[in-house]
């Protein structure tokens, strides 16, 4: 089992940057894929970005490609998302998920443990 915890959230302009943080604590090899997601009011939580722990390969929701990058630092236990050129529809609570799934996916159910989540909010 693993805890998580996000951090980095707050409110910026269309257009601005954020980077959140994800701490891990606990039996970090069990985890395969470390992915954040985000839920705004009244949707269905989605799939932002996810990456291999092990082989660092990572993937994005068509919506945030070339404006969003997941990375991690293995000896902090981080996992980290830089998100530029923010759009109002960016706006959501985002969470950080750990899975054990074998194969790479974007799907909340594939995802054993979740953190807090963090709100992010983009004013146009």
């Known amino acids: 089992q693993v805890q998580l915890v996000e951090s980095g959230g707050g409110s910026v302009q269309a257009g601005g940057s954020l980077r959140l943080s994800c701490a891990v604590s606990g039996n970090y090899l069990s985890i395969n894929y470390m992915g954040w997601f985000r839920q705004a009011p009244g949707k269905e939580r989605e799939g932002v970005a996810g990456?291999?722990?092990?082989?660092?390969?990572?993937y994005y929701a068509d919506s945030v490609k070339g404006r969003f990058t997941i990375s991690q630092d293995n000896a902090k236990n981080t996992v980290y998302l830089q998100m530029n050129a923010l759009k109002p529809e960016d706006t959501a609570m985002y969470y950080c998920?750990?899975?054990?799934?074998?194969?790479?996916?974007?799907?909340?159910?594939?995802?054993?443990?979740w953190g807090q989540g963090t709100q992010v909010t983009v004013s146009s």
């Open positions: 998920a750990a899975g054990r799934q074998i194969v790479r996916s974007l799907l909340p159910g594939a995802y054993n443990s």
């Open positions: 990456i291999h722990t092990r082989f660092g390969t990572t």
